[in-house]
């Protein structure tokens, strides 16, 4: 009988290491190579792309869904759209579509016009076609370049985290309609 406890007890110590606890009840910390984390190396990327805010026409890729309050500000406080922007290679909508932007914006600053943006960069074509980058930030959108985070991502694009640049490319004041170049780095496996 001792022999067997000599086997059986080292044996469960070594299988109830193997196995995950949850300690809070709800969460555990796991050995980041589970996820072959520790094999891959992490890369740095950058993407450079178009985003199309099309508020005009019979098929508009950005739609007010709560407007501003009658008594706005001439910031347009309180507004929100949602998008769903084309994403692509150079300014001209027709060229190569390499994305989209799916998402929100509104506006949440009193003082000038700052957007508060929540979007997926959900990616259609070539190596990272399935993947995404998700971007969470302000926009104050009169400064010439705006830099908001990069919080995450998916597929290729897995535990992605940078920050995004946005550069107002052209501006129709008429339609609202506007085309911003975007340089997106990101840190990812």
């Given at each position: ?81 949602m998008i769903d922007n084309p994403l ?58 705006r830099e908001m985070p990069v919080i ?10 940078g920050y995004a640049q946005a550069t ?22």
């Amino acid at each position: 009988m001792a022999t067997l406890d000599a086997i059986l007890f080292p044996l469960l110590l070594l299988l109830s290491s193997a196995i995950p606890t949850l300690a809070s009840g709800f969460a555990t910390t796991l050995d980041p190579s589970l996820m072959g984390l520790n094999l891959r190396k992490e890369k740095l990327s950058h993407f450079r792309f178009y985003w199309h805010d099309v508020m005009s026409g019979p098929h508009p890729s950005s739609i007010t869904i709560v407007p501003p309050p009658s008594n706005a500000s001439a910031t347009f406080f309180g507004l929100i759209n949602m998008i769903d922007n084309p994403l692509t290679v150079r300014p001209d909508p027709g060229s190569e579509l390499v994305g989209r932007a799916q998402g929100l914006y509104s506006s949440a600053s009193q003082e000038e016009v700052g957007l508060m943006m929540v979007m997926n960069f959900a990616f259609v074509s070539g190596k990272y076609n399935g993947s995404g980058i998700t971007v969470l930030g302000r926009n104050p959108v009169f400064q010439k370049v705006r830099e908001m985070p990069v919080i995450g991502g998916c597929g290729l694009l897995r535990f992605a985290r940078g920050y995004a640049q946005a550069t107002t490319h052209t501006f129709d004041p008429k339609t609202g309609n506007a085309v911003v170049e975007y340089n997106v780095y990101v840190l990812h496996y």
